[in-house]
């Protein structure tokens, strides 16, 4: 059964048959910030596509077929091909749809949006790591590291004086770090976005994304998920369904 | 010895440290590149350069004695970047070769095919994790392309660093390097092993002395 609300699957399962034409399918996880890059791009682009969510706790046998690495998300188009790596994933997303296009056109402005994505780039360790400390020890480092990388990204919307890191409307550069400002509440980090009143104000903005609302994620479905996540639970993946 | 440096010369210049004078603006129809001699990341810059035929000049840093206003071509003083005429700049390596292959005609090193692209980028992601996923004589299929030049800084100074036997167990990769050692790119960029020996001796010294080494 695919769909991004649809049960994981897990060791044992049997692996699902080729994807069919005119659709791509994405391996994805209903909590993970790198598939939600994936998803949020499928959806901006209007691109026709199935969802199998995996259980990470309890990865099937075949899913080392799709990514070597056994992570998601993944992409399967029905030629059989496979993309992993979720900035690969939205590049080739953007370069093989039609529709809006997500990275510009003119090579500089293509580049800077790379240079903010390495600007943004320690973000998702410093957060997994305080994920997995914050119970344990002080954290107020951690803490610290993240408000120092925050304010790298606020300096970049100084200079650009746009409401958006890709110029005035939303580009494929908000969308590869949003997931991860998504989740500042759920990890009470909100914080570190105190000294930053431009990211705080773009990250109310993008809240009005019509994409990113749709795949907006519950706070506390969130919490309860990453509680059972880091006790290796095989329930984590499929929370609140 | 004299005709390499003659094929060389464009990058074999003496590099700026502190004190130094800020070259001007970037002149139309040029591309600059911020690299030192023997930095492999400004290498894969440098080979898409040559690659591509793109008309460039280069300015070599001092790494350890960088001069100040080259903060404000890259804000931690890091190589490469590259600077154009319009005073664009542009840094990490892998973007600046990408940049470059979309922002100059001619000869595409990155393949045309979405898939293809993303292979090549996935490759490069595993680059040090999964050495058998090269099954073609050259890591993007039969022919010499992006993701050859962006691994190759690192296996031509295996040699040099001693430790060119961890590629005795990959008999697909001796190959790879003996075919790219053919490549007139790679060729007209290939490091003197003694110069390079003698500029890792200084460079462990921390010696500031190390970074012109070989140069007259």
Not at chain 2, 31 to 43: G, K, N
């Given at each position: 059964m695919a769909g991004v609300s649809a049960r994981s699957m897990a060791r044992g399962s049997a692996p699902p048959g080729p994807v069919p034409e005119g659709l791509i399918r994405v391996y994805s996880m209903r909590f993970c910030a790198f598939a939600e890059r994936t998803l949020l791009v499928l959806n901006a682009k209007g691109i026709r596509h199935e969802v199998i969510n995996i259980n990470l706790k309890n990865k099937p046998d075949w899913f080392f077929k799709k990514n070597p690495l056994g992570l998601v998300p993944v992409l399967e188009n029905s030629q059989g091909q496979l993309i992993y790596e979720s900035a690969i994933t939205c590049e080739y997303l953007d370069e093989a749809y039609p529709g809006k296009k997500l990275l510009p056109d003119d090579p500089y402005e293509k580049a800077c949006q790379?240079?903010?994505f390495e600007l943004f780039s320690k973000v998702p360790s410093l957060v997994a790591s305080y994920l997995r400390r914050r119970d344990k020890e002080d954290c107020s480092g951690l803490k610290e590291e993240l408000c120092k990388e925050f304010s790298k990204l606020e300096e970049v919307?100084?200079?650009k004086k746009t409401a958006f890191f890709g110029g005035n409307s939303l580009s494929m550069i908000d969308y590869l770090i949003w997931p991860w400002f998504e989740r500042l509440e759920a990890l009470e980090l909100n914080e570190c976005v105190g000294h930053t009143p431009k990211l705080k104000l773009w990250m109310a903005t993008m809240r009005k994304d019509p994409t990113v609302s749709?795949?907006?994620?519950?706070v506390k479905a969130f919490q309860c998920f990453i509680e059972l996540y880091l006790q290796n639970s095989?329930?984590?993946?499929d929370y609140g369904l | 010895m004299r005709r390499r440096l003659e094929i060389q010369c464009e990058d074999e210049t003496r590099s700026l440290g502190k004190g130094s004078c800020p070259p001007g603006p970037v002149p139309e129809g040029l591309?600059?590149?911020?690299?030192?001699?023997?930095?492999?990341?400004?290498?894969r810059t440098r080979l898409v350069l040559k690659a591509k035929g793109i008309r460039h000049e280069v300015v070599n840093i001092n790494l350890r004695n960088k001069p100040e206003w080259y903060y404000t071509k890259h804000p931690f003083g890091q190589i490469p970047v590259l600077e154009n005429s319009q005073c664009q700049l542009i840094y990490e390596s892998v973007i600046t070769c990408e940049y470059l292959d979309d922002a100059y005609p001619g000869r595409r090193l990155f393949p045309y095919d979405p898939y293809?692209?993303?292979?090549?980028?996935?490759?490069?992601?595993?680059?040090?994790?999964?050495?058998d996923y090269q099954n073609t004589t050259y890591f993007g299929g039969d022919c010499i392309s992006m993701?050859?030049?962006l691994l190759w800084p690192w296996f031509e100074r295996l040699d040099v660093y001693g430790i060119a036997d961890c590629v005795n167990h990959t008999p697909a990769l001796r190959l790879w390097i003996a075919a790219m050692k053919q490549d007139p790119t790679v060729c007209a960029l290939l490091i003197d092993k003694n110069i390079f020996q003698g500029f890792l001796n200084l460079y462990f010294q921390n010696n500031p002395q190390a970074f012109d080494f070989g140069l007259p």
């Open positions: 790379k240079m903010v919307l100084n200079n749709a795949l907006h994620i519950d095989p329930e984590a993946c | 591309i600059r590149i911020y690299s030192m001699r023997f930095c492999p990341y400004s290498h293809e692209r993303a292979r090549q980028k996935m490759l490069l992601e595993l680059f040090c994790k999964i050495l993701i050859d030049y």
